[in-house]
């Protein structure tokens, strides 16, 4: 159960870094290519901010996935 539960928080957390990679592309090409070429620091920084106002989907994403994983740490 604990290592099931560690691979669907890495999974979510994971999802949650492409998907800032994916805005930073659509966003301007300069962005883009900084996300691409420093996909875990853009990204990973990236997916800890909070935009209230746009409801910041990949931060509550990747804090899920963070959360899940510890989880399944302390369970497995």
Do not use: H, N
């Amino acid at each position: 159960m604990g290592s099931l539960l560690l691979l669907i928080g890495l999974l979510l957390f994971m999802m949650s870094l492409i998907w800032t990679t994916g805005e930073a592309l659509k966003k301007d090409l300069i962005d883009g290519a900084l996300a691409l070429i420093a996909t875990p620091l853009y990204s990973g920084y990236c997916a800890f901010q909070v935009d209230y106002k746009k409801w910041s989907r990949p931060f509550f994403v990747s804090m899920a996935g963070l959360l899940l994983s510890l989880i399944g740490y302390l369970l497995g």
